[in-house]
């Protein structure tokens, strides 16, 4: 490769008069160097986009992806001869996952009288089961009644994920991958849910019911982690995002947040629901909070004056934190407030000017996640 660069003369004759330009050999590989380097940068960006496009995509095929082969009506009306007993106990098992389901997500489960009535396939596959085994009506109605619950919930989640996936694009966020933040940090033995004796459900529709309300819950989460309260109890705004003049040195310098003025003590709470996963001193940021969120994003407090939260608590939006001060690299009392995304900072004013639309969706989402919400979609 040391031959590909040697210094190298050229000659330009212009209005009867010729230049020499040389460029050297060490010109030469700075130049390759740096057309490699954004190159290189562009292909890890490149492949970033496509596994996250991949992964995207998978996580979008869920619903699809589970579409199995439904029992015919002469298949169910075979089983409930064979083993109405069976039969009964898969019901039994189906309606407490529905009920399960229900009463986590949407609050307590409707009347008796108010129950989704069967149609369609279900219903048909009802009449044929009662008029072929008359002792198994009762139960096939039944189960048409859950089916039919189970797609209505499953209907119910699906609009309020694309309500929740909606109002997370309004902030330019990806909801997908907050969603597998929200997800993430799961574990624990495992435990069937209907026993070691009792068979599992196994119509396909009950469950897309299943992952789509998981899908729902993850990003309402999501939703409900992103940072659009106001981090401090005083509004007066002294420095905003972006490239600035530095206040000590006058140099150009990038400035990863906002600056809220305020007289030390102002109380200083937290964006959103989170975790302190940092409490101490930062270099220039002097006294510093973290609070991570279920999402994944992180918001920084810093500059403190002391704490009012310890690390490891979880702290609810509006909470106390800390109060304002001036400690750090700091010309006077406030607080520099920063949100970030997989440890790069982004501007937090796009959340905490949220279209107010935008924000009752994010207000429903949080209380539909905290257990307190509605049926409605």
Known sequence: MAGWFVDREFFMRSNGQVRFIKISAKLQRRVAGAIAGVVGVWLIVTL??????????????????KQEKIETAEERVA??????????????????????????????????????????????????????????????RLEARQIAFAERMTQIAIARSQKAEGAIRQF????????????EGMGGPFIPFFGKKQKPVRDPRFTRMLTALERMEALETALAGIPTSMPAAAGLMSSGFGYRSD?????????????????????????AD????????????????EITHANGLVTRYAHMTGFTAALGQDVKRGDQIGRMGSTGR???????????????????????????????????????????GTAGA
């Not at 898969?90 to 489960?109: I, N, P, T, Y």
């Not at 400035?255 to 709470?269: C, E, M, Q, R, S």
């Not at 989170?274 to 909070?289: E, L, P, S």
């Not at 920063?338 to 994010?362: C, H, M, T, W, Y």
């Open 48 to 65: 970033g986009m496509m596994i996250n496009q991949v992964s995207v995509s998978a996580e979008r095929m869920m619903l699809s992806a």
């Open 79 to 140: 089983k409930y001869r064979d083993d109405m007993e069976a039969v009964a106990s898969d019901l039994e098992a189906r309606q407490k996952v529905m009920e399960s389901a229900f009463e986590e997500h949407f609050g307590d489960m409707p009347a008796a009288g108010s129950a989704t009535p069967a149609k369609g396939e279900a219903a048909e596959t009802a009449k044929r089961i009662g008029l072929a085994v008359p002792e198994a009506a009762q139960l096939a």
């Open 172 to 183: 330019g966020l990806n909801p997908d991958q907050l969603a597998r933040e929200a997800k």
């Open 247 to 271: 206040p000590f040195n006058g140099s150009g310098a990038m400035h990863a947040g906002l600056d809220f003025k305020g007289p030390i003590g102002t109380p200083i709470l937290a964006a």
């Open 274 to 289: 989170g975790k302190i996963t940092f409490a101490g001193w930062q270099g220039g940021y002097g006294n510093c909070i």
């Open 330 to 372: 700091s010309t006077g009392s406030h607080l520099h407030f920063e949100v970030r995304i997989n440890g790069s900072a982004i501007n937090p004013l796009k959340f905490l000017e949220a279209n107010p639309d935008v924000l009752e969706i994010q207000a429903v989402a949080g209380n539909r996640s905290a257990g307190r």
